[in-house]
Structures are given as structure tokens and as C-alpha cells.
């Protein structure tokens, strides 16, 4: 397939720049990836759509406040740093613009808190950093970071942890899995005192997930690798669910990604841990999830990709057109939808 086969017409002012509040009031389209029929409900409706013999399965990751500023001690220079990946105790892999300003050797002062060292510049532009702190560096990043929001979000967040799931736990994102951010609280209880079991796995979200996809062919693309783990308490929960008859509910395409790649690599559900750069389209047999709750994607994007191969590619192009044609709100602030 080629890559204008999963383009769409979106106007700008659907592209959601602020959350909806309470998390659970944003709306939710119901695909059933069968008949391809559509139903409009509200996200907390998504209790009734769900059985005692069902799972749900969440990824807890947490998305760091990777973004940082510094100024060049020499000329003092602003140049904005993205923490991509750490390397050891005090160097991380990082993007920084603009580039020209941050040459190896080049020492940066952020906030006054902590400096940083140009190490390397990587072939692919990306910089390595040495920073010199004193005390936890997560605690002094959570003061002086900022969260990295994708660049269609052109708005400032009145509320940042409006970014972050309520169940995030594991530090380690570029990005939200932006599919649980509908989740509340008293949503997740209402659902486990329906008999419905909740699992948690971890994927860290790269920015590799925003890349877009240049190759016209699909099948030419190269995924980018991201890290996950999956816990033995999870893994008993889905074959408990697989051996009842229930259906094993993905939310959002990063817990998709991390259970299908699972049962690739081990050819069962079992806890692990490992990188993938599972690329999911049109053709691909799934292994493991039987549903899928998830936001609406950019044209083009891998993700789009994913939802084609789950519920068909005239199922989700039909759908994306009633979503746009019915007001509904995309990309990672927008509403959702849930494929069953």
C-alpha cells in the first residue's frame, strides 16, 4: 500500500490544543470492526461496552519533562535541548536547536541548577550531554523541565499533568500514551468493580512515534525502536482472559504495539522485556488483542497504519470521514475511539 492511501482532509481547527474536563467527558466513537458499523457515545460510556470475562490492558508509562534550555556560557546563546535517551547516570542522547550552537565542547547553564556538556555530535544530529548536578536528577528535571507536547499542540497546557495518564508510573517518555489519558480514577474503579481485570505494561514512547513516513511504499518504512516490559502479573492476567473467553482490550496502539511484539518474539504471552520496532499494517495477523481503544491519528502516520490493520482500511478511512464530519477532536488532546 502506499502512503496517500491513509491520507485525509482534516481542518486546523479540529486539531485539539486543550483537553477536555473532566478527562472522561470527551467523546468516543464505537467501531465495530466487524460490520464497520459506528456508534457515538461519551467516553465514560466505555464501562458499558465491557464484560466481567474482559481485560484491559494500560500502559503506565510516565512522560518525563524533557525539555530543557540553555544558555551558552561563552556567548550566551538559547538552545533548547530534548532528552531522548539516557546513556548512564548523568549523560543522555539529545536533540538540541538550533545545533549550529551546540558543538562538542560547548558547556550550556540551565537555571542555574545544572550545566551541561556537548560531548558528541551523533551522525544523525542528535548531541550527547554530560550534565553536572547536585542531588536526584529527576527531582531537579521536574522542577526546571518542561514536557515535550508534539508539535501540533501550539498552545501552552493550563495544567501540564493533563498530559500525563492518573496510572503513570514508570518515568521514561518522549510522549503520552495519549489513548488513557480519558481515564479517570473513579472510571478504572468503576470498571473493576464490574468484574473487569486491569494489567499494566510499560512501552516508553520515543519521538520516533511523531516521524513521518517518507517512503511511498509503507513496507520500505524502518520503525523506530522503543523500549518495553511486561509484567508476569500481566501476562497471567491476559491468559486467564484468552482461557475464559474474554477479550483482551488494548488502550492505545503503544500497548498494542507491546503485546503483539511479546508474542512475536516468545510465541506466547509471557513476562518480558526487550526493544521492538514492530511496524503494524494492513496484512499483519494479530496475536493477541481482540479490541482497541484509541485517539484519532495524523494522515499518513504509522498509527493511522495500525488501526487500518486492526479493524480494515475502509472501516478506519470511513470512519476518520464521519469523525471529521461529525466535529470530532484529533491527535493526542482529541477524543477517542473504541474498535471491538
Request: proline share 5%; with cysteine; hydrophobic share 35%.
Amino acid at each position: 500500500m502506499k502512503k496517500s492511501d491513509f491520507f485525509y482532509d482534516l481542518p486546523p481547527a479540529q486539531i485539539a490544543q486543550q483537553p477536555v474536563t473532566p478527562r472522561d467527558s470527551s467523546r468516543l466513537m464505537v467501531l465495530n470492526r466487524q460490520s464497520g458499523e459506528i456508534e457515538h457515545k461519551i467516553f465514560r460510556d466505555i464501562e458499558s461496552l465491557l464484560t466481567p470475562e474482559d481485560c484491559l490492558i494500560l500502559n503506565d508509562t510516565k512522560v518525563l519533562p524533557a525539555r530543557l534550555f540553555g544558555i551558552r556560557e561563552e556567548t550566551g546563546a538559547k538552545v533548547e535541548f530534548l532528552l531522548l535517551k539516557q546513556q548512564s547516570a548523568d549523560t543522555w542522547e539529545a536533540l538540541a536547536g538550533p545545533g549550529k550552537k551546540a558543538k562538542p565542547g560547548t558547556v550550556f547553564d540551565f537555571n542555574g541548577r545544572m550545566k551541561g556538556t556537548v560531548l558528541e555530535a551523533l551522525d544523525n544530529g542528535n548531541r550527547i550531554v554530560q550534565f553536572q548536578f547536585t542531588g536526584n536528577f529527576f527531582a531537579l528535571l521536574d522542577e526546571i523541565g518542561e514536557l515535550p507536547l508534539p508539535h501540533y499542540i501550539t498552545e501552552e497546557l493550563e495544567d501540564k499533568e493533563r498530559y500525563q495518564t492518573v496510572y503513570a508510573q514508570v518515568l521514561g517518555s518522549a510522549a503520552a500514551p495519549t489513548a488513557g489519558l480519558h481515564f479517570t480514577p473513579e472510571l478504572l474503579d468503576r470498571i473493576r468493580q464490574k468484574g473487569v481485570k486491569i494489567g499494566f505494561v510499560t512501552l516508553h514512547v520515543g519521538l520516533g512515534t511523531f516521524r513521518p513516513v517518507k517512503t511511498d511504499n509503507i513496507e520500505e518504512h524502518h520503525m523506530h525502536s522503543e523500549f518495553y516490559s511486561v509484567p508476569e502479573e500481566t501476562a497471567q492476567i491476559i491468559r486467564n482472559t484468552k482461557a475464559n473467553g474474554g477479550r483482551v482490550i488494548a488502550v492505545g496502539t503503544t500497548c498494542c504495539r507491546t503485546l503483539e511484539s511479546v508474542c512475536r518474539q516468545t510465541g506466547q504471552v509471557c513476562a518480558h522485556s526487550d526493544n521492538t520496532d514492530i511496524f503494524i499494517y494492513p496484512g499483519y495477523k494479530f496475536q493477541c488483542i481482540d479490541g482497541l481503544i484509541t485517539n484519532f491519528h495524523l494522515p499518513e502516520s504509522t498509527l493511522i497504519m495500525l488501526v487500518s490493520a486492526f479493524c480494515g482500511y475502509k472501516n478506519t478511512m470511513h470512519a476518520y470521514d464521519i469523525a471529521v464530519k461529525e466535529g470530532y477532536r484529533f491527535f493526542s488532546l482529541g477524543d477517542a475511539m473504541c474498535i471491538l
